[in-house]
Nanobody, 127 residues
Framework: QVQLVESGGGLVQAGGSLRLSCAVS????????MGWFRQAPEKEREFVAA????????IYADSVKGRFTISRDNAKNTVYLQMNSLKPEDTAVYYC????????????????????WGQGTQVTVSS
């Protein structure tokens, strides 16, 4: 059973930073494409960022490009999302997800490509 546990959410002022972590257990972490998604109240879940299994290739939603950085530590079975220059519109529940499908620049942005999900962590950015 693959389990994902997010941490690092919280309340921050606009312009501030947070780093989210997602620890993965029960699977072969290095073989998964890892993604971050978010869902704001009354909105659909949306793609934020994804990182390839081993070589570090990444993709980002346009709304976070240049502000957020996804990274992974395969030795620690953990994926991170460093969020800088936060805006009130970044307020959402953030979910990490793992996909057993091979890396693809389009498919890796689809939530349906991910089989395993964490429980989510709340990020609130005040203006």
């Amino acid at each position: 059973q693959v389990q994902l546990v997010e941490s690092g959410g919280g309340l921050v002022q606009a312009g501030g930073s947070l780093r989210l972590s997602c620890a993965v257990s029960g699977g072969t972490f290095s073989t998964y494409v890892m993604g971050w998604f978010r869902q704001a109240p009354e909105k659909e879940r949306e793609f934020v960022a994804a990182i390839r299994e081993s070589y570090g290739s990444t993709i980002y939603a346009d709304s976070v490009k240049g502000r957020f950085t996804i990274s992974r530590d395969n030795a620690k079975n953990t994926v991170y999302l460093q969020m800088n220059s936060l805006k009130p519109e970044d307020t959402a529940v953030y979910y990490c997800a793992a996909s057993a499908l091979s890396w693809d620049y389009r498919r890796s942005t689809y939530s349906l490509s991910y089989s395993y999900w964490g429980q989510g962590t709340q990020v609130t950015v005040s203006s």
